[in-house]
T-cell receptor
């Protein structure tokens, strides 16, 4: 089975600064999707950004961007100009494009934004 | 914006009791999922459901678990005889099957505490 690893249980960033959250994964597949989900306290997970493995160009969504390194199986999330509302648990997730439809999640990174 | 909803937000039960966790997926979605997250651990896939039957399930989803879509709007997870180790956050998710990235939309979760 695929595994997703987030090696940073907690991170903090000063408001308006930039922070990068790490994610690595293990797979033998060549076609898959990668996602970052954000879970604010007591709220549901919402999609932040997604990446298709066959696309070399890194996805960006406003202040959120990824650094997708397929050979290294790395998928980090960069948050620029951090805002207080960015404080949340962030989950990295993997989904095969070919087999099944379940997501494989990492253990999450808790992000604190310091005013 | 449509959201996945879950009830109750917190369920406390005695070991050996049956519990039913309820979810209302987004109305035009066709695929439904349950995940769980034991405190401090990864979000784990339990089961996926499509066209009124289970399409995929994990090793966690044993005979104590069942799912049902009784009325075309609710999607339920039943645990027949709860164990202490069933204590976890349970997330429901849905997707419409048409999205290019097959994004899953998550509910806020039900925290199950087994005493």
């Amino acid at each position: 089975a695929q595994t997703v690893t987030q090696s940073q249980p907690e991170m903090s960033v000063q408001e308006a600064e930039t922070v990068t959250l790490s994610c690595t994964y293990d797979t033998s597949e060549s076609d898959y999707y990668l996602f970052w989900y954000k879970q604010p306290p007591s709220r549901q997970m919402i999609l932040v950004i997604r990446q298709e493995a066959y696309k070399q160009q890194n996805a960006t969504e406003n202040r959120f961007s990824v650094n997708f390194q397929k050979a290294a199986k790395s998928f980090s999330l960069k948050i620029s100009d951090s805002q207080l509302g960015d404080a949340a648990m962030y989950f990295c997730a993997y989904r095969s494009a070919n087999t099944g439809n379940q997501f494989y999640f990492g253990t999450g990174t808790s992000l604190t934004v310091i005013p | 914006e449509p959201e996945v909803t879950q009830t109750p937000s917190h369920q406390v039960t005695q070991m050996g009791q049956e519990v039913i966790l309820r979810c209302v997926p987004i109305s035009n979605h066709l695929y439904f999922y349950w995940y769980r997250q034991i405190l401090g651990q990864k979000v784990e896939f339990l089961v996926s459901f499509y066209n009124n039957e289970i399409s995929e399930k994990s090793e966690i989803f044993d005979d104590q678990f069942s799912v049902e879509r009784p009325d075309g709007s609710n999607f339920t997870l039943k645990i027949r005889s709860t164990k202490l180790e069933d204590s976890a956050m349970y997330f429901c998710a849905s997707r419409n099957g048409l999205a290019v990235y097959n994004e899953q939309f998550f509910g806020p979760g039900t925290r199950l505490t087994v005493l």
